[in-house]
């Protein structure tokens, strides 16, 4: 029996035996691999990123645009030879790095898949930033960019709708051990980004001092101008909010512009910011075992 302790969570199921709380079985789940062109210019460039949609997730929050894979509920098992030809045959397709989406509660499965699988492009860790740095440090050297979010900077918020209340002290202490692994970012001659540290952040709804408090800890955090930062308008609403109607809405221009120069203010100028037309559902993959 291994109980499971890979995430924050530490929930110590075994996962061969039910699901923990990523609601994951132990062996990875896949629900698509295939280029994808949504993500940052540095990451999609002109020949995609080759992203690997894992189901399930450690962090579950409420307003997933992922929920139909993020729950568990979509997806196919996948051994960890079968996991290492997915990376191969990306990397054939041309894309210019792996990318692993939601990978946190198979980050064991996923280190050993990319062993002895002689890939020639970066690998992107994509999460949700809610990773233990013990985790983390099996990584080391096999990954070459982390991607995580930075959602919260209030444990009200984090508690309200992920039930992660201690997610910001988590996500920092994470966020500082990538930086380790990585350090300052670097970009080849066409913009794609080969190594370093890019941490987004969604704009929630009505929420601007959250927003506020996570430009504030990475501004005191990381060294200005080693690393990038996407801040994103994109929020959509999606099904299933009915006990929070402050999720309800969009981002409005007013809070994203006062996002956007409070982040300028704060000396955070290296990335990327998105306004809110961008808030559609056009660039969420059709999760249907594509590349699986």
């Known amino acids: ?42 990451i999609s460039g002109a020949h995609g990123s080759g ?24 997806g196919k098992i996948v051994t960890i030879s079968e996991l290492r030809d ?35 492009i970066p690998v992107v860790w994509n999460s949700s930033g809610y990773d233990s740095v013990e985790t983390l440090r099996i990584l080391e050297g096999k990954v070459q960019v982390y991607m995580p979010d930075f959602k919260y900077s209030d444990p009200a918020l984090a508690k309200r709708y ?10 920092l ?8 692994q990585v350090g300052s970012y670097r970009l080849d001659g066409d913009g794609i980004l080969q190594q370093g540290l ?13 927003t506020k408090g996570v430009i504030d800890l990475l501004a005191d955090t990381l060294p200005p ?29 007013a809070l994203a512009d006062f996002c956007y120069n409070y982040m300028v203010k704060c000396g955070i100028t290296d990335g990327y910011y998105q306004d809110p037309d961008s808030a559609t559902d056009e660039m969420i993959p059709v999760f249907d075992g594509t590349g699986v």
């Not at 075994?14 to 990523?22: L, S």
């Not at 992920?162 to 996500?171: C, F």
């Not at 202490?173 to 380790?180: D, K, Y």
């Open 162 to 171: 992920s039930k992660a209340e201690d997610y910001p002290e988590v996500a």
């Open 86 to 120: 997915i990376f191969l045959r990306l990397q054939d397709t041309g894309v210019h790095n792996l990318n692993l989406v939601t990978p946190s509660h198979y980050a064991d499965s996923i280190a050993e898949a990319l062993d002895k699988s002689d890939l020639q």
């Open 198 to 210: 890019l941490v987004r952040h969604l704009i929630l709804p009505r929420r601007p001092k959250n």
């Open 1 to 42: 029996m291994s109980l499971c302790t890979q995430c924050p969570r530490q929930c110590a199921v075994d996962r061969a035996e039910r699901p923990g709380i990523c609601r994951a079985p132990e062996a990875p789940m896949v629900a698509r691999a295939a280029p994808h062109y949504g993500e940052e210019p540095c």
């Open 225 to 253: 101008g080693s690393f990038l930062f996407s801040l994103m308008s994109q929020y959509t609403p999606m099904p299933g909010l009915e006990a929070f109607p402050e999720l309800q809405g969009t981002v409005s221009p």
């Open 173 to 180: 202490t994470a966020l500082r051990e990538m930086f380790r």
């Open 51 to 74: 992203t690997v949609f894992f189901s399930g997730c450690n962090l579950g929050c409420v307003f997933c645009q992922n929920h139909e894979i993020s729950r568990g509920t979509a």
